[in-house]
């Protein structure tokens, strides 16, 4: 293993060093789907390593990678078997070692995965916990017994009655020893249990050894999961639920939450510099994510919170209606104020769980190019650290699922099978709003160009390929420098070389509007003006001073640029950024 000395870009004018990811932008890689080297159909890491030179060419500073570890791939990868190699679909340790050399010889910096709430049920810590009651890691995990005067192994025999994110009970009775073991994921996704001290210093032990190896940080796996409520106990039963109640509070942001984490940071990241380290939170409040990334409180250094991506959903799992944009301002206006003394957000519209940006917010058909960009400019000039997930940098859309067949992932396939046998079941509702919602929209391959299974794999894909990557790739998107590509590139350069997309204060305006997007970010002097047309119509900006504005330098935009007028109307899908020197906004 021999990392060279790599010298990242510094960005120096932008200041503060150890946080240097502030001005940095984060690109997610999802390996399965972005790169196929060997012909097998599934992307690995030697494809990752020859699709370097696409993302120096973005400009991205960090590549963040799903995991790539031993995994039965129960859930693709998010139950891992083995924490300290690699599963030979996606390559081998060597592989790893010549990605972080190949990604650090080009500037950019490599986060890993880490995913500690559960193990696969396929790890050698849980077989050991399985076999027996007196097993030394028994108490690695959650075992509880039936519910009291239940029969072990008949319904609601479980030991509580939370529902699983993927569906059925948190509760897998297991005949070895008559007893129940916690998952909040799939049955083959077991939690561990954070109250024991040896898991947690397995746990740390693991991510020093990773960090030795030349990582340079952990995007945290539903981190805020890993303190549960004591003694674990029922969740309130809301009408009309069926027979599970909500769980949730009774395992989100947990009493000793706060104080894993801290020790975490003692254990394995005090002492070492310049590391970028997100908790990803589900139900994570402003408050919360305050404390977990006050600098001073030495824990992470943002967290993802899910607010606007509830932002248009609606009754049910996979139900969802129009965004209403006052809603997500209101959302994200809340966060950037929230965390403007300390703390730091990490922004994004699209991860591996998310449907597609551009079909969700914008317009994938007529406006794809224009809404996609207007989406970017609108997320990228906020104050944080912006992520791309791959594929959102060419305008990738949501696939167009036909059948509960092409569906691949666990949430959606557990779901239709636990509701299908359901009285008033509604088979095509249920499509139609799965087709729109579901995880798979993310994880289509990666289009590369316009060739046969797009570039992605000279053998069969693992899942199918959107029909769009005719049109819609890599390829095409690089040779045309207006397209949605070279749109990103000039925002990452904006980050790399502005101190007021970094620094800025955060201003909203308009919170009313149905519209446009429009907020200030103001520093020393220097204000920029951002604004998005969330429509297919023309729609006029009022603001305060909007001639001054118009007349100002126009630092990007996605429409040929007019003549200064009176006033600013913009076009379906706009965005423009004004800069102005002196104390407006
Ligand atoms: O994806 C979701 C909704 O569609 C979320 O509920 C998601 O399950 C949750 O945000 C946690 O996500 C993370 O942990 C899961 C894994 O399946 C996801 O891919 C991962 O991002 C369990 O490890
Ligand atoms: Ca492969």
């Known amino acids: 293993m021999s990392t060279p000395t790599s010298t990242f870009p510094a960005h120096a004018s932008l200041g503060d060093q150890d946080a240097w990811w ?74 790893v070692d010549r990605l972080l050399d190949e990604a650090h010889g080009r500037g950019i910096r490599v986060v890993m995965d880490l995913v500690v709430n559960h193990t696969s049920d396929e790890h050698p810590w849980f077989i050991e916990s399985r076999s027996s009651k007196d097993n030394p890691k028994r108490d690695w995990y959650w075992w509880r017994p039936a519910r009291e005067g239940m029969e072990p192994g008949t319904p609601g025999a479980e030991p509580t009655n939370w529902s699983s994110f993927f569906s059925g009970s948190t509760w897998e009775y297991d005949e070895t020893t008559g007893e129940y073991y916690l998952h909040l994921f799939s049955k083959r996704q077991p939690d561990l249990n954070w109250e024991n001290p040896e898991v947690r210093h397995a746990v740390y032990e693991m991510m020093n050894w990773w960090l030795d190896r030349g990582i340079d940080g952990f995007r945290m796996d539903v981190i805020n999961l890993i303190s549960k409520v004591l003694p674990l106990k029922d969740g309130i039963v809301h009408e009309g639920e069926g027979r599970f109640g909500d769980g949730f509070p009774l395992f989100t942001n947990g009493p000793r939450v706060h104080e894993f984490m801290q020790e975490m940071y003692r254990e394995v990241f005090e002492g070492r510099d310049k590391l970028l380290n997100v908790g990803e939170m589900p139900g994570v409040t402003i408050d919360e994510a305050k404390l977990f990334t006050d600098p001073a409180r030495k824990e992470l250094d943002m967290v993802f919170h899910f607010e606007h991506m509830g932002v248009d959903r609606e009754w049910g799992k996979f139900g969802h209606t129009k965004l209403h944009l006052p809603d997500l301002k209101a959302i994200l206006g809340r966060w950037q104020e929230g965390l403007e003394e300390s703390g730091w957000n990490s922004l994004y519209w699209n991860n591996h769980d998310q449907p597609r940006v551009v079909s969700r917010f914008g317009n994938d058909g007529e406006y794809r190019v224009e809404s996609a960009k207007m ?81 992605f794999t000279e053998g069969t894909p693992w899942m199918a390929i959107n029909p769009n990557y005719r049109d819609i790739n890599a390829d095409a998107a690089v040779a045309d420098e207006h397209s949605v590509f070279h ?95 002196g104390d407006a906004g």
């Open 22 to 95: 502030k001005s940095a932008v984060v690109y997610q890689i999802y390996p399965r789907s972005f790169a196929d080297s060997n012909g097998d159909g599934i992307g690995d890491l030697p494809g990752i390593i020859g699709k370097l030179d696409y993302l120096e060419q973005l400009g991205v500073d960090v590549i963040w990678l799903s995991p790539i570890y031993k995994s039965p791939q129960d859930d693709n990868g998010y139950d891992i078997s083995d924490y300290q190699d690699i599963d030979p679909m996606f390559g081998t340790l060597d592989d």
């Open 375 to 455: 989406l970017a400019a609108i997320l990228h000039l906020q104050r944080g650290t912006p992520y791309i997930y791959q594929g959102e940098e060419i305008g990738m859309t949501n696939m167009p699922f036909a059948s509960f067949d092409d569906f691949q992932d666990i949430e959606a396939r557990n779901y239709y099978a636990a509701v299908k046998e359901t009285p008033g079941f509604d088979p095509d509702a249920l499509l139609a709003n799965m087709a729109k919602s579901t995880r798979d929209n993310a994880r289509t391959p990666m289009q590369w160009d316009a060739s046969e299974h797009a570039g």
């Open 487 to 581: 749109f990103y590139r000039k925002l990452i350069d904006l980050r790399h070389t502005l101190p007021v997309v970094v620094n800025g204060d955060f201003r909203m305006l308009l919170p009313e509007d149905e519209r446009i997007y429009a907020y200030t970010r103001s520093l020393d002097g220097t204000t920029m003006l951002v604004l998005g047309n969330f429509s297919d119509d023309e729609a006029p900006v009022e603001i305060d001073d909007v001639d001054a504005w118009a007349a100002s330098e126009l630092v990007i935009g996605n429409y040929p640029a007019q003549e200064p007028a009176s006033g600013i109307t913009l076009r379906p899908w706009e965005t423009r950024v004004y800069l102005r020197e």
